[in-house]
């Protein structure tokens, strides 16, 4: 059974920087790119980044970019998010998504998977 | 402001038919597929319809999915109260270079 487990959230000032993890089990992890999403309770999602199986293809959502940092450790089938200079419009339930194919950037591969998401608020 | 473009609520009785409607342009919709996401209340997203209008193992044939230009739909047939749920559509977007959600329709079985 597919399993994502995110962690790393919780309350951070302004400005401060946070890092969430997702633990990958019951498939094999370096076979599969994977997407962070994140959703404001009560409203839509929203991507915020993607990379490929072997970390060679990495993107952002223009509101992250220069902020945030996606990774993998297929040895520890894990992923990643470093997020900096955090402000309150990056509160939200962040997702660890699996994507069903090598390359989170393709037209024909989609999210087939997703955690229960892990809640990060911004505020002093 | 979501770049696909979602009716904030839809509404129907037992047994109805009711669709979803999810507006986009050339640069997702439109030149790439379309997906449909199940959101449940305090749960995760779940695929519902992928490629457009393809149906995951386990989803039932009650829900189907269709695209034309730049907009697409979702149907439910024969609607149940267990059906009562978020519903988000996604595309891929070339000019953003990343995944693009609508804003969610709710759907509340009268």
């Known amino acids: 059974e597919v399993q994502l487990v995110e962690s790393g959230g919780g309350l951070v000032q302004p400005g401060r920087s946070l890092r969430l993890s997702c633990a990958a089990s019951?498939?094999?992890?370096?076979?599969?790119?994977m997407h962070w999403v994140r959703q404001v309770p009560g409203k839509g999602l929203e991507w915020v980044s993607g990379?490929?199986?072997?970390?060679?293809?990495?993107g952002y959502a223009d509101s992250v970019k220069g902020r945030f940092n996606i990774s993998r450790d297929n040895a520890k089938n894990s992923l990643y998010l470093q997020m900096n200079s955090l402000g309150p419009e990056d509160t939200a339930l962040y997702y660890c998504a699996r994507v069903n194919g090598h390359y989170y950037d393709s037209n024909t591969y989609y999210v087939d998977y997703w955690g229960q998401g892990t809640l990060v608020t911004v505020s002093s | 402001q979501s770049v696909l473009t979602q009716p904030p609520s839809a509404s129907g009785t037992p047994g109805q038919r009711v669709t979803i409607s999810c507006s986009g342009s050339?640069?997702?919709?439109?030149?790439?597929?379309v997906y449909w996401y199940q959101q449940l209340p305090g749960t995760a997203p779940k695929l519902l319809i992928y490629?457009?209008?393809q149906r995951p193992s386990g989803v039932p044939d009650r829900f189907s999915g269709s695209k034309s230009g730049t907009s697409a739909s979702l149907a439910i047939s024969g609607l149940r109260s267990e059906d009562e749920a978020d519903y988000f559509c996604?595309?891929?977007?070339?000019?953003?270079?990343?995944?693009?959600f609508g804003g969610g329709t709710k759907l509340t079985v009268l």
């Open positions: 990379i490929s199986w072997n970390s060679d293809r990495i």
């Open positions: 490629r457009n209008n």
């Open positions: 050339s640069s997702n919709i439109g030149n790439n597929y």
């Open positions: 019951g498939f094999t992890f370096n076979d599969y790119a």
């Open positions: 996604a595309a891929w977007d070339d000019s953003l270079s990343g995944r693009v």
